[in-house]
């Protein structure tokens, strides 16, 4: 088995509240754990308000850590409704449970999001910007 990533050592409630604070530590802010971040506010607030919470507070993280160029709207977007697609399919009740059952969201989520945009979203200042909606598969 594979070694647990940093965020692990926190509980979901504690992850959140020092995600929202600005108190997480940076380096423990990995893909897993944005994975983790969207799925525990979907269970929590429901997929609308979690994309809200999402992005409200992943611009105020990264302006605690003077990264605002690194947020993205349309990835952002994207990975909390890629997320809950899965969530709708989950028969895990943890986080661990989760990303054990789908492995994509991890180790393939540049192909996930490929699979719904004809363009390359990763470098497209609009995407960047503002939420484009996909143009080849929606997430719903």
């Known amino acids: 088995m594979h070694k647990k990533e940093n965020h692990f050592k926190l509980s979901d409630a504690e992850f959140e509240l020092q995600f929202r604070n600005c108190t997480l530590n940076p380096a423990d802010f990995s893909h897993e754990a944005h994975i983790r971040l969207a799925w525990i506010h979907i269970r929590q607030y429901g997929i609308e308000q979690a994309e809200k919470n999402i992005q409200t507070q992943l611009q105020q993280f990264v302006a605690t850590l003077g990264a605002t160029d690194k947020y993205h709207t349309t990835l952002t977007i994207a990975a909390v409704k890629a997320v809950y697609h899965f969530m709708l399919k989950a028969h895990a009740t943890s986080f661990e ?8 969201l991890k180790h393939n989520f540049k192909g996930l999001i490929e699979a719904h945009y004809s363009f390359d979203v990763y470098t497209s200042a609009k995407a960047k910007a503002t939420y484009l909606s996909p143009d080849l598969l929606p997430f719903d």
């Open 97 to 104: 449970g989760f990303i054990t059952e789908f492995p994509q």
